[in-house]
């Protein structure tokens, strides 16, 4: 994978041993994903290249959506990414971003006869998503009264194929690789808009969090982040506003 080295390294004092970084994350291509037993991702090497930047030791796991967000909210030097920065979660957690600017589009199965444009049309169906994921909230804000809840993404999907549920909301990324694998999925509506970012504990000490942050600015500035995005092939489709990249 290419991707610009960074040219300066940030001035550091040295790290103590306790100051290790912990992040989380979940399987959620193309910001994140395992190929064999390697993170990949959008997300995760922006935040590998973020971490050299300031020379800090840190460690990333990846696991369910559910336990990596709840660890970011509870325990002390913990991030999660690729996290939808969401007022709901606004005061939970520090934040450093952006990792991606995305939006998401209410599908539904190509061969359901199911046609919607706005939330409250949608609202007569039953949608599916992620335990936990931001679109949980979305849809619970919105008062939608049927919402399946499932322990991961490809769970929702399988329902959605198998016409337990009616309609789920997703990135525009992944509906697009989706797409690409003979996924039969239609769009309906763009749902919402939002930045992704990396969310640390409450606690985090904000020095550190000033540092990770001016190297994702970085990042951004040099056009590291461009090309990681090109890496990725992360594209937008002509459905409804396209959104800008960050």
């Not at 990792?99 to 939330?119: C, D, L, P, Q, Y």
């Not at 769970?155 to 690409?180: A, C, F, G, N, W």
């Not at 190297?215 to 409804?240: C, H, M, P, S, V």
Request: glycine residues 4%; proline residues 5%.
């Amino acid at each position: 994978m290419k991707v610009l080295s960074l040219i300066l390294s940030l001035a550091t004092a040295p790290v103590a041993a306790a100051d290790v970084v912990h992040f989380t994350t979940e399987d959620y291509p193309p910001y994140n994903y395992r190929v064999g037993g390697e993170i990949r991702g959008a997300g995760y090497d922006q935040v590998l290249l973020m971490m050299k930047e300031i020379n800090v030791p840190y460690t990333i796991e990846m696991m369910p959506w559910a336990r990596a967000i709840a660890l970011a909210e509870s325990e002390p030097l913990h991030c999660v990414f690729t996290t939808a920065h969401i007022p709901e979660r606004e005061k939970l957690f520090k934040w450093v971003e952006p990792i991606a600017v995305g939006r998401n589009f209410m599908v539904s199965h190509k061969n359901s006869e199911i046609k919607v444009g706005t939330i409250e049309e949608a609202k007569a169906y039953i949608v599916g998503t992620q335990r936990n994921d931001y679109t949980q909230t979305l849809l619970e804000n919105e008062g939608f009264p049927k919402i399946d809840l499932a322990t991961d993404l490809k769970l929702t999907l399988k329902k959605l194929v198998t016409k337990r549920i009616d309609l789920m909301p997703i990135s525009e990324q992944h509906y697009i690789e989706l797409q690409e694998k003979g996924e039969e999925l239609a769009a309906q509506f763009v749902f919402s808009e939002q930045k992704f970012a990396i969310a640390c504990n409450a606690d985090f000490p904000q020095e550190l969090l000033a540092r990770m942050q001016g190297a994702l600015d970085k990042l951004i500035a040099d056009g590291t982040q461009a090309e990681i995005f090109d890496t990725y092939n992360l594209r937008y489709t002509n459905f409804g506003l396209v959104a800008a990249k960050p």
